[in-house]
T-cell receptor, first 115, second 115 residues
Framework: DQQVKQNSPSLSVQEGRISILNCDYT??????FLWYKKYPAEGPTFLIS?????DKNEDGRFTVFLNKSAKHLSLHIVPSQPGDSAVYFC??????????????FGQGTTLQVKP | DVKVTQSSRYLVKRTGEKVFLECVQD?????MFWYRQDPGLGLRLIYF???????EKGDIPEGYSVSREKKERFSLILESASTNQTSMYLC??????????????FGPGTRLTVT
């Protein structure tokens, strides 16, 4: 049972345009969400996160939006650059007394930014 | 900066061999994790540990075991390697507050090929 889903395996955008990566989740108890970026032959690196008490978090060119009612989050990259070409993973977790630090990851979306 | 290192970047083993993958983190993190990454399947959790000598099964523990004798070191063991264990193996660590999740920091990964 995939609790975190990235339904688009790949996305291609032109340099300078906006990239929008989407992620859906099924567990309404999730309250902390993260995005990671992964280049080939490297480990994932943390990009940006958002708590369920917010609906938007911004860090430079990267903005994450959270729609709790739809159980949907998205990552916007503006403007997109060729160096943003990578696999992007969304992840979710549930805070609380039973927290173990586990993150549930989606399948990933490969972003290609064309010059 | 958090540093997570993995013993090998590339490894080639034969079917039936016992394989050890080692991970070391230098930030005194309580939590450590082992994932495998396969195309289209995202990051799948094999095992994790929230303290020395403590371990918990993840989503796909079959065919694997782990060891955590020291806080900074978390080992993944393939008792008898099989070709379906050919994959990218990623180690990660994170702090633990017992309530909140935090971002995990990943090592560079080990590309294991079993022939």
């Amino acid at each position: 049972d995939q609790q975190v889903k990235q339904n688009s395996p790949s996305l291609s955008v032109q340099e300078g345009r906006i990239s929008i990566l989407n992620c859906d989740y099924t567990n309404s108890m999730f309250d902390y969400f993260l995005w990671y970026k992964k280049y080939p032959a490297e480990g994932p690196t943390f990009l940006i996160s958002i708590s369920s008490i917010k609906d938007k978090n911004e860090d430079g060119r990267f903005t994450v939006f959270l729609n709790k009612s739809a159980k949907h989050l998205s990552l916007h990259i503006v403007p997109s650059q060729p160096g943003d070409s990578a696999v992007y993973f969304c992840a979710a977790s549930e805070n609380g007394s039973s927290n173990t630090g586990k993150l549930i990851f989606g399948q990933g979306t490969t972003l290609q930014v064309k010059p | 900066d958090v540093k997570v290192t993995q013993s090998s970047r590339y490894l080639v083993k034969r079917t039936g061999e016992k394989v050890f993958l080692e991970c070391v983190q230098d930030m005194d993190h309580e939590n450590m994790f082992w994932y495998r990454q396969d195309p289209g399947l995202g990051l799948r959790l094999i095992y994790f540990s929230y303290d020395v000598k403590m371990k918990e099964k993840g989503d796909i523990p079959e065919g694997y075991s782990v060891s955590r004798e020291k806080k900074e070191r978390f080992s993944l063991i393939l008792e008898s390697a099989s070709t379906n264990q050919t994959s990218m193996y990623l180690c990660a660590s994170s702090i633990s507050t017992g309530w909140y999740s935090y971002e995990q920091y990943f090592g560079p990964g080990t590309r294991l090929t079993v022939t």
